[in-house]
T-cell receptor, first 111, second 115 residues
Framework: KQEVTQIPAALSVPEGENLVLNCSFT??????LQWFRQDPGKGLTSLLL?????REQTSGRLNASLDKSSGRSTLYIAASQPGDSATYLC??????????FGEGTQLTVNP | GAGVSQSPSNKVTEKGKDVELRCDPI?????LYWYRQSLGQGLEFLIY????????KSGLPSDRFSAERTGGSVSTLTIQRTQQEDSAVYLC?????????????FGPGTRLTVL
């Protein structure tokens, strides 16, 4: 059974810092990995989707990498801003239809 | 265009009552998913609909849970004889084709509280 782990569970940084969120998964037979953002009381917003054949994806200040063989992904946020404060979730998609999620990293960026 | 919508946004019910949660996917999306997010736990997959195919119900936690998708669009998740452990945020998502490369677009969720 696939298990997804995110470290750290919570992170607090001052504005302007670069930071890295980590995601690991136990079964490397995945089709893709997706990073989401969840704001309090709201649904999930997709940030980046990396196909299994890709190594990384970039969108603005966000960069996600995927090392499928080692079962790891990182989400790099450059020049963090208070508006980046949210819970960040990673999820992997396997052969079926479902996404398997980690428990998330709660990020706080302090002004 | 409009995103995924869910109603109600909040639902408080008494133990033993039945509840219905509604999801309106993005127009034209053929795939629809239900997930549950419980306090202290991650998001759990519940059920998946793809076009006219039989749904993947493998994530439903008990036979008190069921879901329908009428006309390939709106979906209703029904929980019968609710229990306190059913309290959670229920999230619906849709995707264009349900393919493995598809991004899933999530609604805002329904927060269910069972007293």
């Amino acid at each position: 059974k696939q298990e997804v782990t995110q470290i750290p569970a919570a992170l607090s940084v001052p504005e302007g810092e670069n930071l890295v969120l980590n995601c690991s998964f136990t079964d490397s037979a995945i089709y893709n990995l997706q990073w989401f953002r969840q704001d309090p009381g709201k649904g999930l917003t997709s940030l980046l989707l990396i196909q299994s054949s890709q190594r990384e994806q970039t969108s603005g200040r966000l960069n996600a990498s995927l090392d499928k063989s080692s079962g790891r992904s990182t989400l790099y946020i450059a020049a963090s801003q208070p508006g980046d404060s949210a819970t960040y979730l990673c999820a992997v998609r396997e052969s079926g239809s479902r996404l398997t999620f980690g428990e998330g990293t709660q990020l706080t960026v302090n002004p | 265009g409009a995103g995924v919508s869910q109603s109600p946004s909040n639902k408080v019910t008494e133990k033993g009552k039945d509840v219905e949660l509604r999801c309106d996917p993005i127009s034209g999306h053929t795939a629809l998913y239900w997930y549950r997010q419980s306090l202290g736990q991650g998001l759990e997959f519940l059920i998946y609909f793809q076009g006219n195919s039989a749904p993947d119900k493998s994530g439903l936690p008990s036979d008190r849970f069921s879901a329908e998708r009428t006309g390939g669009s709106v979906s209703t998740l029904t929980i019968q004889r609710t229990q306190q452990e059913d309290s959670a945020v229920y999230l619906c998502a849709s995707s264009p084709m349900g393919g493995k490369a598809d991004t899933q677009y999530f609604g805002p969720g329904t927060r269910l509280t069972v007293l």
